[in-house]
């Protein structure tokens, strides 16, 4: 009688232990099954293998953060220095504060030790000491071809975590826009300058810049074509403004994006700017800097960038 309560005891604890192993290899963290399969992901600093649908998920990109929080991605740490108001649940507890966007917390990404580290164009200098901690993926925005490099930079998001048709579904939905923002622009036959306002300065933006795909991509023209494409701008000043005189002045607010006062507005809409079409037709258009500074590039961002865009053409 013993023998057989030893031998069904021990019997009951193998199912459990079986169930348990079973439970661990099943559904992820990111409702995906879990999986060893490996896949290899090109981008900008070379080849990177990485477990498909990757549980410990570490992102710089705030476009990318809104693209996987979009498409119900799990993440273990971000960046939470200056995370965008409309990402702002990412600043809970829950997850791992891995520093800034120009100085990660190596130490704290080491204890999570991910599965990948997904980056951007602020986190490259350090890409190198990224990579030796987990497989580090660069998914930054080229400005001089932005619709393919954002495009593509989505696919292999949508390969990474097994979303590829949900991914086509965005970026459907947002080529439809663009083309309607395209037809706007047209018809609309008004010149566009774009400015960054930080502190007491101005600097300007056009083709191929930063900012560019205002004219690039939705088709707006370009008061000036020969604005220099810099990261920065090329500095300009408010007689510059006058003289170009656009019919849309566009604005970014740096010290908003980075927590500082908005002060945008009172620097801008001064005596001399009050002398432009744009101020007279009350087309100075304030562009959300939570989209336009610290994010872009993803599928939040670049959606709400179009219909930005396309409520200044009306």
Aim: charged share 25%.
């Amino acid at each position: 009688m013993k023998k057989f309560t030893i031998m069904f005891v021990m019997g009951l604890l193998a199912l459990v232990m079986a169930a348990c192993g079973n439970d661990a290899s099943g559904e992820g963290s990111n409702g995906e099954e879990a999986s060893s399969e490996k896949i290899t992901i090109s981008h900008e600093y070379g080849d990177t293998e990485v477990v498909k649908n990757p549980e410990k998920v570490v992102v710089f990109d705030f476009g990318i953060l809104d693209t996987l929080d979009k498409l119900d991605v799990d993440v273990a740490g971000v960046a939470q220095g200056n995370i965008p108001s409309y990402l702002e649940k990412y600043n809970g507890e829950e997850y791992e504060n891995i520093g800034s966007l120009k100085e990660p917390d190596f130490e704290k990404i080491s204890e999570i030790n991910p599965d990948v580290i997904l980056i951007s164009g602020r986190q490259a200098a350090v890409y190198d000491q990224l990579e030796e901690i987990a497989p580090t993926i660069y998914l930054g925005v080229d400005t001089t071809n932005y619709m393919e490099s954002f495009k593509d930079n989505m696919n292999k998001v949508g390969e990474l975590f097994d979303k590829q048709e949900q991914v086509e579904e965005e970026l459907a939905a947002i080529d439809e826009s663009i083309a309607g923002i395209n037809e706007k622009a047209s018809s609309a036959d008004e010149k566009a300058l774009i400015i960054l306002a930080n502190d007491d300065k101005i600097s300007a933006y056009g083709q191929n810049s930063r900012f560019g795909i205002i004219h690039d991509v939705f088709g707006v023209p370009a008061v000036d074509e020969s604005i220099e494409a810099s990261t920065h701008g090329q500095n300009v000043s408010f007689e510059y403004v006058v003289e170009q005189d656009p019919d849309l002045l566009y604005v970014v607010d740096r010290g908003a994006a980075i927590g500082g006062d908005s002060a945008a507005k009172q620097l801008v809409e001064n005596d001399l700017v009050k002398g432009t079409k744009a101020y007279e037709n009350d087309n100075i258009v304030y562009l959300d800097p939570d989209y336009w500074y610290l994010s872009g590039g993803g599928l939040v961002s670049v959606s709400e960038m179009v219909k930005q865009i396309e409520s200044s053409l009306e």
